[in-house]
């Protein structure tokens, strides 16, 4: 039994999973004053800086 992939195969669901992680980021970023803002800042941005590399790694 093979594990999931933790990113897309090609760069059009490469791309749309990294502008959903955005989006988190995003919503993290508004909600800095409180906990769960912070908490969802700090993964959502080390999950964008992984799928980011992943991301150029991946040819058409």
Same mark, same amino acid.
């Given at each position: 039994?093979?594990?999931?992939?933790?990113?897309?195969?090609? !760069?059009?669901?490469?791309?749309?999973? =990294?502008?959903?992680?955005?989006v988190? #980021?995003?919503? %993290?970023?508004?909600?800095?004053?409180? !906990?769960?803002?912070?908490?969802?800042? =700090?993964?959502?941005s080390?999950?964008? #800086?992984?799928? %980011?590399?992943?991301?150029?790694?991946?040819?058409?």
């Open positions: 039994m093979s594990l999931l992939p933790f990113f897309a195969g090609n !760069r059009r669901d490469g791309a749309r999973l =990294l502008s959903s992680a955005l988190f #980021l995003t919503i %993290g970023m508004t909600q800095l004053d409180q !906990r769960w803002g912070q908490v969802l800042s =700090l993964i959502a080390m999950v964008c #800086l992984y799928w %980011g590399v992943a991301y150029r790694r991946l040819d058409r």
